[in-house]
């Protein structure tokens, strides 16, 4: 494809795309398959470009969203709000007004903050709510069903964001997202084929809204949500009602009615926190990344720090060598996190230890340029953080999305938001159409027990009334030589983390475009269990290279993660997009 330089692009949503009709004959054949492999010719591509703002998210109408707010003298985040709100809507899966997220703003006056509206645990939550009475883990008692619902941020998180850093208000930002409710959107084919999920039909309200009891929606079809219509005029009239008023009664029932233990005080005393964004530096990058009660931010800049030492460059892109050097650092930055990261409200963490650069160089001196560092034998450097407390086991989801944005100031919004696993809990507040969250699942629900992905967290992600779950999301803005360079971000669980570093260093170290870093196959890490994950796309000599440096190597995954980034030229002050292509109804949108 010709790069097109100094011209606006037509950034069509990529189902209309040849690609997107392969995928079409590919769903036929397989009606669950949720995102194909990395494009093989990723390589050849080129993002699309805009001269002033732009929006990139996994959904072309949340997108669409944002420049329109854009178009209406909107900011970064009037239409980052804009964007979150259509998600809601139009992506159920994961964008939420029943679950919470991060946005990281970077005001073009230098300024960056942090807004945390994660969700918290209801006050009646215990260290054992998920434990029968042997103490084994109750099966999907964190993951499907009221019981799993944390307290929901999203409306209070995007409210707050709304009122201190947009220019409009809530009512004009949330009118895309009414509209789409309201009248309705086409479904593509993946989009149809994502609303078969099983654990749906497992409740009455979610199984007649997203499935029509049994006649699922067709791709092409209208998707109208009138309830959905209804709940975010109530938000936008007051959003304070989500949390003080009818509105949180009429969610706190809906959740009670289901067997949950939400209540309305949870609401009522629900608070977004904002922080500090956690800082670090690269070869001439600033890193601003998520803080805690995040772990992304932090495990990403350690393990940055640690690169810094080498000239990956010169080894080459994917190749044996530097891959081997990458995966290092992520394992050390994983045993890290496993250990030291949870809620910072309910305990001091050593933040400013886990990126001391100083920390980086004693990681480093003990990594071993031809061979793996087995998990079992890693062995922190002494004399930098305290002792970590005892070991637990809690499980890690999937299901989350990002968006980028950055308008014709130089303002920019990184938004990662969740509703932990896809679709949630699968349960919808009766009434009220939008899906709750399973965030619950975040907590470690008991000692010593294996999750779902293997990732390990300490006693700091213990469940307490009131408390965050530790997160991985890691939305991020970095900068070169102090002006803004890249807006990143992507979901994927305990894969967010080393997706955006790769997505990072793709960029930084190999010089790929933002849309050729966001499609290039992936590669994880994450200490335990010891095992190097491989998308596909990478050769048989670089898997029998990292063989021969001792990996033992997962290639059983298609895909994952979704990386929606946002890269400014340097030389031609253009906004250009990474949409993730391993997804067919995304866009990078903009003027
Ligand atoms: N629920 C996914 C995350 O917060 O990392």
Redesign the pocket.
């Known amino acids: 494809m010709a790069v097109n330089r100094g011209k606006i692009p037509a950034t069509m949503p990529s189902e209309f795309t040849a690609k997107g009709l392969l995928w079409t004959s590919l769903l036929a054949a397989s009606p669950l398959l949720k995102a194909e492999a990395p494009p093989a010719n990723y390589l050849s591509e080129q993002p699309a470009q805009t001269q002033h703002a732009m929006v990139v998210s996994i959904h072309h109408l949340a997108a669409d969203a944002g420049v329109e707010i854009l178009r209406q003298g909107g900011n970064a985040v009037d239409a980052a709000v804009a964007t979150g709100f259509a998600l809601a809507v139009v992506h159920p899966a994961a964008g939420n007004i029943g679950?919470?997220g991060f946005m990281l703003i970077r005001l073009h006056n230098g300024k960056s903050t942090f807004i945390d509206y994660?969700e918290k645990a209801p006050l009646a939550a215990t260290a054992n709510m998920y434990l029968d009475a042997k103490g084994n883990v109750i099966p999907d008692a964190s993951t499907i069903g009221y019981k799993a619902i944390g307290v929901p941020g999203s409306v209070a998180g995007m409210a707050y964001a709304e009122k201190k850093y947009g220019r409009l208000d809530l009512k004009r930002v949330m009118q895309p997202a009414l509209r789409l409710a309201r009248d309705g959107f086409v479904l593509s084919t993946e989009e149809a084929a994502e609303l078969h999920e099983q654990d749906l039909a497992r409740f009455p309200e979610s199984r007649r809204i997203f499935q029509r009891d049994g006649n699922y929606y067709q791709p092409g079809e209208f998707m109208r949500q009138p309830e959905l219509a209804r709940t975010l005029e109530r938000i936008a009239d007051n959003p304070d009602s989500f949390y003080h008023g009818d509105l949180a009664r009429d969610v706190a029932r809906a959740v009670r009615s289901g067997g949950g233990i939400l209540t309305e005080r949870d609401l009522a005393t629900y608070e977004v926190k904002e922080r500090e964004p956690v800082t670090g530096t690269y070869k001439g990058y600033t890193v601003i990344s998520a803080p805690p009660p995040?772990?992304?931010g932090v495990a990403l800049i350690e393990a940055l720090n640690i690169l810094e030492g080498y000239n990956l460059s010169r080894l080459g892109d994917r190749a044996p060598a530097e891959m081997h050097l990458i995966v290092e650092a992520y394992r050390r930055a994983y045993m890290d996190r496993a250990d030291y990261l949870g809620d910072p409200d309910f305990a001091s963490l050593p933040v400013d230890q886990l990126i001391d650069k100083k920390y980086a160089t004693a990681w480093r001196t003990g990594i071993e340029v031809d061979q793996a560092t087995p998990s079992s034998t890693l062995r922190r450097p002494a004399g930098f953080l305290p002792p970590p407390p005892k070991e637990e086991k809690t499980p890690?989801?999937?299901?989350?999305t990002h968006y980028s944005v950055v308008d014709a100031e130089g303002n920019a919004a990184s938004v990662?938001t969740?509703?932990?696993?896809s679709f949630g809990s699968a349960a919808t507040a009766e009434g009220l159409g939008f899906l709750l969250?399973d965030?619950m699942?975040?907590f470690a629900a008991k000692q010593g027990v294996p999750n779902l992905y293997g990732l390990i967290q300490g006693p700091a992600n213990a469940i307490a009334p009131g408390k965050r779950?530790?997160?991985?999301?890691t939305p991020t803005i970095v900068l070169k030589d102090g002006k803004l360079s890249m807006v990143l971000g992507s979901?994927?669980?305990?894969r967010?983390i080393t997706t955006v570093a790769n997505i990072f260093l793709s960029v930084a170290e190999e010089g790929l475009n933002i849309q050729q870093a966001v499609d290039a196959p992936r590669f994880h890490h994450q200490y335990l269990p010891d095992v190097l994950d491989l998308e596909p796309g990478f050769s048989a000599a670089t898997t029998a290279g990292l063989q021969a440096l001792g990996y033992s190597l997962d290639t059983t995954e298609q895909s994952w993660s979704d990386g929606e980034c946002i890269f400014v030229n340097p030389h031609t002050g253009f906004l250009e997009g990474g949409q993730d292509h391993r997804h067919t109804y995304g866009k990078a949108a903009g003027y």
């Open positions: 679950g919470g994660r995040s772990s992304g890690d989801h999937v299901n989350t990662t969740t509703l932990n696993n969250n965030e699942d975040d779950p530790l997160s991985s999301m979901p994927g669980g305990g967010i």
